[in-house]
């Protein structure tokens, strides 16, 4: 009997590993969001809470017109949720980009009256600046369910698509509240906030109003089962570059926004000395983690600096550039050390933003001191309170990489969140912004 039970368990926890294995192969590849950044629960929160963050992440579970959906995390009045694309970027391209999944349904059958349940949808490119979608609750129109009243926010339509039938991500069948990028005039995002609306409502700077007179139909808070791109591409640009600068006259530094692959190849045409490719131009290029140096062989006396320009591109299936803020070359005036005439001079301590960002496990932040004097090096959260102390010491000229696994000074793993990294030296503070997910 012993043996029995043996095999019986072992069978269920191989079954159990084969469910894993495949969920997370299948969430690999999901249209879903990939993590939850932030949950901030309003009044009557809770129920689908157990299940976090898996209960909001990857595809709908749609109950369809007739009854809502048990799949779902509650908000509660009033609260929130932010949620992250990992492996996907959502870019304006035809029609709405992105599906926000709620469970609305229709009161006796009746398209023009049901249960809803409202929230106002945000988005963002880096997490830190949110742009949310122009809403407009319209009084007067009968019965309160009537979606008309309801022109821009998320949980007005009710969830058809199922475990993935139909599509979730083709907008004519799989209900749900679509969201188009150009309404808030941004060409990609990442990060998606849902904010419930409760009873009341806010206004366009995100203030509650206490008494709109719309007389909203009652609500315990906004249910979300998932959210979905339509129009994306993959995260695969081989890397951004954060800053440049000429250290001497034949020596330039580039930071990249995370390390290059073993073997990966830099573009021939990603980066131009004074409009020529690098390739057109005698140089060694030296890379080591997420800088790279670019050595001038045969530097001329008297000359100015060089100007370097970056292409960084995020491309679609047909090619074209889907990264806005790098559409056009950036170019850095390159000065070195020396005072001549418009020449920059370089910082005496560079903090270079935290990489991988943003992180799970451990991030890496590299410091590059520039002349003798102690420094601290501390993490704080939006509140400003100092959670953890990475570094404190007296420190010489040279490069310094440190890492931080997200927890505070206790040993406990810090939330979900955004927070600040703080290096003071030398009379100066310098800060850089860092993603972690749980």
Same mark, same amino acid.
């Given at each position: 009997?012993?043996?029995?039970?043996?095999?019986?368990?072992?069978?269920?926890?191989?079954?159990? =590993?084969?469910?894993?294995?495949?969920?997370?192969?299948?969430?690999?590849?999901? #249209?879903?969001?990939?993590?939850?950044?932030?949950?901030?629960?309003?009044?009557?929160?809770?129920?689908?809470?157990?299940?976090?963050?898996?209960?909001?992440?990857?595809?709908?579970?749609?109950?369809?017109?007739?009854?809502?959906?048990?799949?779902?995390?509650?908000?509660?009045?009033?609260?929130?949720?932010?949620?992250?694309?990992?492996?996907?970027?959502?870019?304006?391209?035809?029609?709405?980009?992105?599906?926000?999944?709620?469970?609305?349904?229709?009161?006796?059958?009746?398209?023009?009256?049901?249960?809803?349940?409202?929230?106002?949808?945000?988005?963002?490119?880096?997490?830190?600046?949110?742009?949310?979608?122009?809403?407009?609750?319209?009084?007067?129109?009968?019965?309160?369910?009537?979606?008309?009243?309801?022109?821009?926010?998320?949980?007005?339509?009710?969830?058809?698509?199922?475990?993935?039938?139909?599509?979730?991500?083709?907008?004519?069948?799989?209900?749900?509240?679509?969201?188009?990028?150009?309404?808030?005039?941004?060409?990609?995002?990442?990060?998606?906030?849902?904010?419930?609306?409760?009873?009341?409502?806010?206004?366009?700077?995100?203030?509650?109003?206490?008494?709109?007179?719309?007389?909203?139909?009652?609500?315990?808070?906004?249910?979300?089962?998932?959210?979905?791109?339509?129009?994306?591409?993959?995260?695969?640009? #081989?890397?951004?570059?954060?800053? $440049?600068? $000429?250290?001497?006259?034949?020596?330039?530094?580039?930071?990249?926004?995370?390390?290059?692959?073993?073997?990966?190849?830099?573009?021939?045409?990603?980066?131009?000395?004074?409009?020529?490719?690098?390739?057109?131009?005698?140089?060694?290029?030296?890379?080591?983690?997420?800088?790279?140096?670019?050595?001038?062989?045969?530097?001329?006396?008297?000359?100015?600096?060089?100007? =370097?320009?970056?292409?960084?591109?995020?491309?679609?299936?047909?090619?074209?550039?889907?990264?806005?803020?790098?559409?056009?070359?950036?170019?850095?005036?390159?000065?070195?050390?020396?005072?001549?005439?418009?020449?920059?001079?370089?910082?005496?301590?560079?903090?270079?933003?935290? /990489?991988?960002?943003?992180?799970?496990?451990?991030?890496?932040?590299?410091?590059?001191? /520039?002349?003798?004097?102690?420094?601290?090096?501390?993490?704080?959260?939006?509140?400003?309170?100092?959670?953890?102390?990475?570094?404190? /010491?007296?420190?010489?000229?040279?490069?310094?990489?440190?890492?931080?696994?997200? /927890?505070?000074?206790?040993? $406990?793993?810090?939330?979900?969140?955004?927070?600040?990294?703080?290096?003071?030296?030398?009379?100066?503070?310098?800060?850089?912004?860092?993603?972690?997910?749980?």
């Amino acid at each position: 009997m012993k043996n029995r039970l043996d095999m019986q368990s072992m069978i269920a926890l191989i079954g159990s =590993l084969l469910l894993f294995v495949m969920g997370h192969s299948l969430h690999a590849q999901s #249209p879903g969001a990939d993590s939850v950044i932030d949950f901030v629960p309003g009044i009557g929160a809770g129920f689908g809470a157990d299940s976090l963050p898996e209960i909001v992440l990857g595809i709908p579970r749609g109950g369809g017109e007739s009854e809502g959906s048990l799949h779902v995390l509650s908000l509660g009045t009033g609260g929130e949720i932010t949620l992250f694309f990992d492996d996907h970027v959502i870019v304006d391209g035809p029609g709405p980009d992105l599906t926000v999944f709620e469970n609305p349904f229709y009161i006796g059958g009746d398209s023009l009256n049901r249960y809803i349940e409202t929230a106002v949808v945000e988005v963002s490119q880096d997490g830190i600046e949110f742009h949310r979608f122009p809403y407009d609750f319209v009084p007067g129109i009968e019965p309160p369910g009537n979606p008309g009243r309801f022109i821009g926010l998320a949980g007005v339509v009710p969830v058809i698509s199922n475990d993935g039938d139909p599509d979730p991500t083709d907008p004519s069948v799989s209900g749900g509240d679509h969201f188009d990028l150009s309404q808030v005039g941004i060409p990609n995002a990442s990060f998606i906030r849902i904010i419930d609306t409760g009873s009341d409502t806010r206004d366009e700077e995100g203030d509650l109003v206490v008494d709109n007179g719309l007389e909203l139909p009652p609500q315990a808070g906004f249910d979300l089962d998932a959210i979905c791109h339509i129009n994306w591409t993959l995260k695969d640009a #081989p890397f951004q570059v954060e800053a $440049a600068r $000429a250290v001497a006259s034949d020596r330039i530094l580039v930071e990249f926004s995370k390390a290059l692959e073993p073997g990966q190849d830099i573009p021939p045409d990603y980066f131009l000395l004074d409009d020529l490719p690098l390739s057109e131009v005698d140089t060694v290029i030296l890379a080591e983690s997420s800088v790279l140096e670019i050595l001038l062989a045969s530097p001329r006396e008297g000359d100015p600096p060089p100007v =370097l320009s970056v292409r960084q591109w995020i491309r679609s299936d047909g090619g074209e550039n889907l990264l806005n803020p790098f559409e056009e070359p950036i170019e850095w005036s390159l000065g070195v050390e020396e005072n001549g005439p418009g020449v920059k001079s370089v910082p005496e301590t560079v903090l270079s933003v935290p /990489r991988p960002n943003p992180f799970r496990g451990s991030t890496t932040i590299s410091l590059e001191v /520039r002349e003798e004097g102690r420094g601290t090096l501390a993490i704080y959260d939006l509140r400003g309170r100092r959670i953890l102390v990475l570094s404190d /010491r007296s420190y010489q000229p040279g490069l310094y990489r440190l890492t931080w696994d997200g /927890r505070d000074s206790c040993g $406990a793993i810090s939330p979900s969140g955004i927070y600040l990294v703080h290096f003071s030296h030398g009379g100066r503070a310098y800060r850089q912004k860092v993603v972690f997910l749980r």
